[in-house]
């Protein structure tokens, strides 16, 4: 009963959706009635989850989909996958969004990095009465209370989903609404993909084939 039907997917681009389609979905429906027409969503690293993030964003709600990463090929993939707008992850991104939402900062600001940098960002970025929510595992935090954030800010860390919300997954990348960059290697490679991983150069998600 814990299996979910491929029915048709291809297991190499779906396997990545276990978590990097699981994760930034759950994430992103807890702020489903914050992402209504006119309002604007920050993805903060644009890779492995990042760049489904952009997608589910794109496909679930109205909102505008601006991007954030440290390097302009990242900011490519995400441009290539459904963002409307991308900004260079660096000091002056807060007020690049800002600039963006006419200093009205984002709704919700979905932190896939969690160093404390991007989390630092990612409250400086957000609205009044927005939602700030650290789906990364870089150690980094956020205080919370009066005069830390805009008003009103709520402040989450979810970790993965539900089987009903994969199920739901899979529909979408059935429905062609999202789609995984893989990068494949043998199970040989399996230590090189780990240093690309390691440097940052993987373009999306590495799958290890047993038989590749």
Do not use: C
Request: aromatic fraction near 4%; glycine fraction near 12%.
């Amino acid at each position: 009963r814990h299996l979910v039907p491929l029915d048709g997917l291809d297991p190499v681009k779906a396997v990545p959706l276990t978590d990097a389609g699981l994760t930034p979905y759950h994430a992103i429906k807890r702020s489903l009635p914050k992402l209504v027409p006119g309002s604007t969503a920050v993805v903060i690293g644009t890779g492995g989850l990042g760049h489904v993030a952009v997608q589910l964003l794109r496909a679930m709600t109205a909102a505008r989909v601006v991007a954030l990463d440290v390097t302009e090929e990242k900011l490519a993939l995400a441009r290539a996958v459904g963002a409307h707008e991308t900004v260079l992850s660096d000091d002056s991104a807060p007020a690049a969004v800002r600039d963006l939402t006419g200093g009205r900062g984002a709704e919700v600001v979905l932190d896939f990095v969690g160093a404390p940098p991007t989390t630092a960002s990612a409250g400086a970025m957000a609205a009044v009465e927005g939602d700030v929510t650290i789906v990364g595992l870089g150690g980094g935090t956020l205080p919370v209370g009066f005069g830390a954030l805009p008003y009103e800010v709520s402040v989450a860390s979810p970790y993965w989903g539900t089987r009903a919300e994969l199920i739901e997954v899979l529909d979408l990348a059935r429905a062609g609404a999202v789609d995984v960059h893989v990068e494949t290697y043998g199970l040989d490679e399996g230590p090189e993909a780990y240093e690309r991983l390691h440097a940052g150069r993987i373009d999306g998600r590495a799958v290890i084939l047993p038989n590749g």
